[in-house]
């Protein structure tokens, strides 16, 4: 797709780049208002679960995050533009009972407009002298005017007030009906005594989100085995971004809640900065990734409230760094955006196999929340500050593994490679690829994850997962609900006369099957000093069912063409290792590309397993739409007649990503590594030998 003018080539270093970037990702929109400006419909024939007309309120609602911040008052050299001035235009219109094409109907239970309501809540909060209809503005004779206007005014009131009384979902939505509740009071004059009851009962619940002694970290939902989500909700999507906004809007309303909000952002920022790789770049993991560079948003929000964070994150040139590189790191993607300068529903290219049933062609735009920035005064001593670079990257190959207790994740970054081994989240209800964005053992900034298109193998894309049938490879199940996940620690030897450390590993149980009698317990452990581009993973299938099993393991999806001519890459012979090949072998698969190197090797399992590379289907992978995936198979089987069999799977991970990274690293240094393997002894306690030591 064409880059888009303003912000593809946009450098992102001052608080007009923002704006720039934030007028040229709305002008494509203007072409799709109707007539009076209250909805928008980029033109794609693409559905929802929920109605058209809620579709198009998400075209116009979600502009303001930007819109919001241009017509505050941090900005009123833009007041006068005629494309903004048409949006306080819209919500007047859109809240209008009757008028046809701009009305935007009557609130009903767990209703799409309930979650546009924030925005348009942050938009009265922000920007309230031209959000909020006045009669000092406008034609006719002051009365007429006046008369006009109080109309105006109760119909925002009363469609705002829509959302009180209903039934709303025990998630992030909740945050939703409480800032639409303080737009009301703030902004729209509703006495507060007449709100407070129903915002009390939501912070009520709220506050059981907060995972006690977990870093600020909020779930989801309540976090039960019923369902387990800390995903980019937590952060910047909604839940703290949203309290950030309550900090910024409602500290004189209740000064001691503000007050926690800070402190949890600040506990919760030294955990989120290892989400985003020196570069950037952040690492893709569970839904709604269609809203892309909204991942950033958090470090937006925070400059925006004005929120100090501890050291190392004590500078706004760090907070300016994380925001504006993660920014750089989307304009760098062409493939974002439709013909018409339209954002595209996918990720770094249109995909529709990524995006869930809610997402609208004006769902993306949630990604505007990530410019909020832009709402303070460029004199703002954010933008005044020179820009720092990540703070936890004092050179190119210092390794930072960090275990991330409240998602159960441990983030690693290897100084060549950049991602997160997790265990234990999972959406409750039918989410698309649910397995794929929450229960897969690895997600990376550079190679991403990949999604089902159909129920094959290569329809699967089974990359970084363990793959499991149990009649003849039919039909295939991968994790989807752990059980019992929890970290623990393993023994690392450095041999006779070394040291030994314990390393803290993720380790969960899993059911492929409700009705079979099969466990697999997963263990995960993340690189090393003495391995720095390897994970290791240990299954042990407990199976008391009997019938033979086929396993199909991989490692990360990677770019697999020659990047001259786009053809497939060739086979290579581990002697003699090119820059562009795959290797298949007996227990070992490698493929090296223009994007890095991506491998994986048996490193002791009871059953012999054959390395194959296999393709998956096109678009399937999040980063690129051709990928090769390096995968392990083996059967397991037993001619034991007590039906209660053990196999263990031992493999190990090896990956090396190009950009950002594998600067000037010959291919001799690659095999090098290669054949560097991770020792594992499932003997427990303490050994003489090298390696890792795991209890069985």
């Known amino acids: 797709m064409p880059p888009l003018s303003g912000f593809s080539d946009n450098p992102f270093l001052t608080h007009a780049d923002l704006i720039t970037a934030s007028k040229s990702l709305l002008r494509p929109l203007h072409a799709y208002k109707s007539p009076q400006g209250a909805r928008i419909k980029v033109p794609i024939e693409t559905g929802t679960h929920f109605d058209e007309t809620a579709a198009q309120l998400e075209g116009f609602a979600r502009s303001l995050w930007a819109v919001g911040c241009l017509l505050s008052p941090a900005n009123r050299d833009h007041h006068s533009d005629p494309e903004l001035l048409t949006f306080p235009k819209g919500l007047v219109a859109g809240t209008t009972p009757g008028l046809e094409e701009e009305y935007w109907g009557d609130v009903q239970d767990t209703d799409q407009r309930m979650v546009e309501m924030e925005i348009l809540s942050f938009a009265l909060l922000a920007a309230p002298e031209k959000f909020w209809p006045s009669w000092e503005e406008g034609e006719g004779t002051d009365e007429v005017r006046r008369v006009e206007v109080e109309s105006q005014r109760r119909n925002i009131v009363r469609w705002l007030q829509g959302i009180n009384g209903k039934g709303i979902p025990t998630t992030n939505w909740l945050w939703f009906r409480v800032l639409t509740n303080l737009a009301l009071v703030k902004t729209c004059g509703v006495p507060y005594e007449d709100l407070k009851e129903s915002i009390q009962a939501d912070f009520e619940v709220l506050d059981k989100f907060e995972m006690k002694g977990m870093n600020g970290w909020n779930s989801d939902g309540i976090w039960s085995d019923d369902g387990r989500q800390a995903d980019y909700y937590s952060g910047s999507f909604a839940i703290q971004y949203s309290q950030l906004l309550f900090v910024r809007f409602a500290s004189d309303i209740d000064p001691e809640r503000a007050e926690k909000y800070r402190k949890r952002a600040g506990m919760f920022a030294l955990d989120f900065i290892r989400y985003f790789d020196k570069n950037g770049a952040s690492i893709p993991f569970g839904r709604s990734l ?22 190392p994150l004590d500078k706004y040139g760090v907070i300016k760094g994380l925001l504006l590189r993660h920014l750089r790191q989307w304009a760098a993607q062409p493939g974002i955006f439709n013909g018409d300068g339209t954002l595209s529903i996918g990720y770094h290219y249109p995909n529709s196999y990524m995006c869930e049933d809610y997402n609208s062609p004006q769902s993306v735009y949630w990604c505007l929340k990530t410019l909020i920035a832009m709402g303070l005064p460029a004199s703002h001593s954010f933008w005044a500050a020179e820009e720092l670079p990540h703070p936890l990257h004092t050179d190119d190959l210092n390794l930072q593994v960090a275990p991330i207790k409240a998602p159960l994740q441990i983030t690693c970054d290897t100084g060549n490679h950049h991602f997160l081994l997790s265990s234990g989240q999972f959406c409750p209800w039918p989410l698309k690829a649910t397995e794929a964005k929450y229960g897969k053992f690895a997600y990376s900034s550079s190679f991403g994850f990949s999604v089902p298109t159909g129920t094959l193998i290569q329809q699967l894309a089974p990359d970084s997962t363990l793959a499991l049938s ?110 562009e090949g795959k290797l298949e072998t007996k227990g070992a698969a490698l493929v090296t590309s223009s994007a890095g190197v991506s491998g994986i090797k048996d490193l002791g399992s009871t059953k012999i397993s054959h390395g194959f590379v296999l393709k998956p289907d096109s678009n399937t992978n999040l980063i690129c739409q051709r990928t090769l995936i390096p995968m392990l198979k083996s059967n397991l089987d037993s001619d034991k007649s007590d039906k209660n069999v053990i196999y263990i799977l031992i493999t190990g991970i090896f990956a090396v990503a190009a950009k950002g990274y594998m600067v000037n690293m010959s291919m001799d240094e690659i095999k090098k590594k290669w054949e560097d393997i991770p020792v594992v002894s499932l003997t427990g306690g303490d050994s003489q030998v090298e390696g890792f030591h795991v209890s069985p």
């Open 470 to 579: 149990n009649d003849e490879g039919e039909t295939w199940r991968m994790r989807w609900k752990s059980i019992d996940p929890r970290f623990e620690a393993v023994s690392l030897s450095a041999g006779n006369a070394g040291s030994k450390e314990n390393i803290e590993v993720l380790k969960s149980s899993w059911k492929p099957w409700k009705f079979e009698d099969i466990v697999v317990e997963t263990t995960l452990i993340p690189p090393t000093k003495r391995w720095p581009d390897w994970h290791v993973r240990i299954h042990k299938i407990v199976s008391k069912a009997g019938k033979p099993i086929k396993a199909m393991e991989g490692g990360f999806a990677i770019f697999g063409r020659q990047k001259a001519n786009g053809l497939n890459v060739r086979d290579m012979d581990i002697e003699q290792l090119s820059a």
């Open 290 to 311: 269609t809203y892309r560079f909204a991942m950033g948003a958090f470090w937006s929000i925070v400059a925006f409230a004005e929120v100090p964070l501890p050291a």
